[in-house]
């Protein structure tokens, strides 16, 4: 197979985070959007990333949290309580796994 035919344009796709916690806390699930395929910078930037530094993955994970038209959800202006952030990059990182 030629990686010409598997290669395509990013799409969004939803994220669901339903763990019980998140679920007795918020009422429900949370969910956010990220890209189906990430281009190799994120790999290279998540890869170089301090084990331990908090400031390093947070900067890292920020661009690929996004809303349902793609816009960041993570802004100077606007942040997640710690949990639900831990969750989220958890989520994120799991997804780049597969």
Sequence with gaps: MK????AKKPQLVE???DSPEIV????????FWTWDRQPMSVFL????VENGNYE???SAVTDLVLTESGEP???NDAAL?????L???????DGLGK
């Design 3 to 6: 990686l010409s035919d598997i």
């Design 15 to 17: 994220v669901t985070i």
């Design 24 to 31: 007795e806390t918020y009422g429900e699930p949370l969910t």
């Design 45 to 48: 930037r998540l890869s170089q």
């Design 56 to 58: 390093s993955i947070v």
């Design 73 to 75: 959800v993570l802004t």
């Design 81 to 85: 309580p710690a949990k639900v952030m």
């Design 87 to 93: 969750a989220v990059i958890a989520s994120v990182v």
